[in-house]
């Protein structure tokens, strides 16, 4: 059980500052996700938690004890890698008991660790192999267990499923999951660009973009409530819509106009936001068709993918290339090149600023 | 056994054996070092290293000998200095045929091994380091271990290469017969004689069979790396 806080973490390779300042506090237990899209330093960040990267600059504490210069061996932690870096000349029961050998622990301790890690990850029947002899997700398997048999402090990962196919993806995702549950005590730190894999797995999710933290919050924080446009399109599969719109003061409420759209009125809006120009979002599965409530959207439909329980359906608008995506129960009837009207609840629509910063409402 | 060669051809062949192993063990820890920097580390003057390590492949083996009779010999500024504090002789003795063989020989010792750390995938290493291992614990767990093929392939080419040393060895140490003359060097002395041509055909069938034994024996060390390492 360990805390972790970062104070104003940089990272320079050679004049390239590649993260810029990170502040954050992780507390002891917590499954945290560090997500963001490919190139925006999650791994760097957390090689430097890990040790393996020098910190070119600000605080690295763990328990309040500073760690900046402490190598990866004397911080206590473990770390599983994306191509699994399991020791090719080792057995599968050798890659499990290494970092138990380093600590010295007696030989019965160490096979009785290693079983126990064995038979929570069922990779049991292949202790004898080599690494080679496994299959992708048996590697990953044995190269989390490897981490959990060093009990750390922190457990480190960096894109572990990104080299898995989508059906064990999935369930070591669920393995995953158990296996926080199983360690609640061990902090636990989880780098991917995936979002699914940040709602599902985080208690709190860290979003970076370009060197820097854009929103730290719970998954449902995070989908409620971005704090600005980038988090409001990068979390929720598919992606918010955010269309540009005119916004009008009327008394304490406000009257928005999306473009190629109708005016919507927000109660109580007003308060917050001026007269001007605006991003409004909402996303697929907020909108419905119209039956009862005013429309906001119409257009053309161009596409429907139909997913079962519920269908994508995208509607290009009149003075617009981007298609609206809406997200409509599946028993609907929607043909492609119909008229649709859609409208949206006032509560679950999302206003940004000129700058892309989620206003309050 | 001994009996079809002559005891000064016996002891030119010895004397090659015995130097070529010298060479080889004592310039392996140094050519495993500079190998891991080459292929590991960034540092200022890494391309001069290196070039300074192949620089004997390229150079005329007797601009090499001649270079190291200046700094090696007894008045040279280093040969001076090891006579002077610790009695050691390296010009026209058997240990400056050592060293000479072992610096023609260092570049293709360190490329064998270069190469295989270079096959080695650091995250090996930084797994390692994040489970708990120190550095040189690193490297004696994970990175000797994957290399070590590498580390004797690249020892028999550079024993093999000690054994043909011919140019800087004759002109760093001369070849004197007992001492000095080494293989190669007792069969270019043979061919200068008449009547050297039936010894001269039993050394070669010897430098022949050592050759070739030691090429077999690195192809199928290298055979043993890519099993080793390949596909985890
Ligand atoms: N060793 C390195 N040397 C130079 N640049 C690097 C190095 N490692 C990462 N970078 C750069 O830092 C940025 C962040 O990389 P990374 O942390 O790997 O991104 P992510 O894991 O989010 O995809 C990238 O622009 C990358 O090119
Ligand atoms: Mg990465």
């Not at chain 1, 008991?97 to 292949?126: D, N, W």
């Not at chain 1, 859609?342 to 940004?352: E, G, I, Q, Y």
């Not at chain 2, 760093?172 to 010894?199: D, K, N």
């Amino acid at each position: 059980m360990a805390e972790l806080k970062l104070t104003d973490i940089r990272k320079s390779f050679g004049s390239l500052e590649v993260l810029h300042g990170i502040d954050l506090e992780i507390r002891g237990g917590e499954f945290v996700v560090f997500v963001g899209p490919s190139g925006c330093g999650k791994s760097t960040l957390l090689r430097l938690i890990a040790g393996l990267e020098d910190i070119s600059g600000g605080t690295l504490e763990f328990d309040g004890q500073v760690v900046n210069h402490k190598s990866p061996a004397e911080r206590g932690i473990a770390m599983v890698f994306q191509s699994y870096a399991l020791y090719p000349h080792m057995t599968v029961y050798d890659n499990m008991a290494f970092g138990m050998k380093l600590g010295g622990g007696g030989k019965a301790e160490i096979e009785k660790r290693v079983r126990q890690a064995a038979e929570i990850l069922q990779i049991t029947p292949y202790l004898d192999r080599l690494p080679k002899q496994l299959s992708g997700g048996q590697r990953q398997r044995v190269a989390i267990g490897r981490a959990i048999v060093r009990d750390p402090r922190v457990f480190l990962f960096d894109e572990p499923l990104s080299n898995l196919d989508a059906a064990l993806r999935v369930q070591t995702r669920i393995e995953i999951a158990r296996l926080k549950e199983r360690m609640a005590d061990t902090t636990m730190i989880y780098v991917t660009h995936d979002q699914v894999e940040a709602m599902t797995l985080a208690d709190r999710i860290v979003v970076l973009r370009a060197g820097y933290v854009e929103q730290v919050g719970t998954p449902m924080e995070l989908y409620h409530t971005p704090a600005n446009l980038f988090v409001a399109q990068f979390i929720g599969s598919p992606s918010m819509n955010i269309v540009a719109a005119r916004a009008t003061r009327d008394g304490e409420a406000l009257v928005v106009e999306p473009e190629g759209g109708r005016r919507m009125y927000l109660p109580g809006a007003g308060k917050v936001v001026g007269d001007g120009p605006i991003q409004f979002g909402v996303r697929p599965e907020d909108l419905t068709i119209s039956g009862e409530g005013q429309p906001v959207f119409e257009g053309l439909v161009t596409l429907v993918e139909r997913l079962g329980e519920s269908q994508l359906v995208y509607v290009e608008r009149p003075g617009s290339d981007e298609p609206l995506v809406a997200k409509l129960p599946g028993h609907l009837e929607v043909e492609r090149g119909a008229r649709i009207e859609l409208s949206a609840n006032p509560d679950v629509v999302r206003l940004f600023d000129a700058d892309g910063k989620a206003v309050a409402l | 056994m001994t009996d079809w060669l002559t005891p000064e051809e016996w002891q030119a062949v010895a004397l090659s054996l015995r130097v070529s192993l010298v060479a080889t063990l004592f310039s392996l820890p140094l050519g495993i070092f500079v190998a891991y920097a080459l292929a590991r580390w960034r540092f200022p003057g890494h391309g001069l290293l290196n070039g300074l390590v192949h620089l004997p492949l390229v150079l005329p083996p007797v601009v090499t000998g001649y270079l190291l009779l200046l700094t090696f010999g007894r008045t040279g500024w280093i040969g001076g200095f090891l006579d002077g504090w610790f009695g050691l002789v390296f010009a026209f003795r058997w240990t400056g045929a050592a060293l000479a063989a072992a610096i023609m020989a260092f570049p293709l010792m360190v490329r064998a091994i270069r190469l295989t750390i270079e096959a080695v995938d650091p995250k090996l290493e930084a797994a390692a380091s994040t489970l708990g291992a120190s550095r040189p614990w690193v490297f004696a767990t994970i990175t000797l271990p994957l290399i070590l093929p590498g580390i004797l392939a690249g020892s028999v080419l550079a024993f093999a290469k000690a054994m043909g040393e011919f140019g800087a060895t004759i002109t760093f140490v001369s070849s004197i017969p007992g001492q000095t003359q080494t293989m190669p060097s007792a069969i270019y002395a043979l061919l200068q004689v008449p009547g050297g041509e039936a010894a001269v055909g039993r050394l070669v069938v010897i430098a022949v069979v050592i050759a070739m034994g030691a090429l077999l024996l690195s192809e199928w060390i290298g055979r043993m790396v890519a099993r080793r390492v390949g596909g985890a």
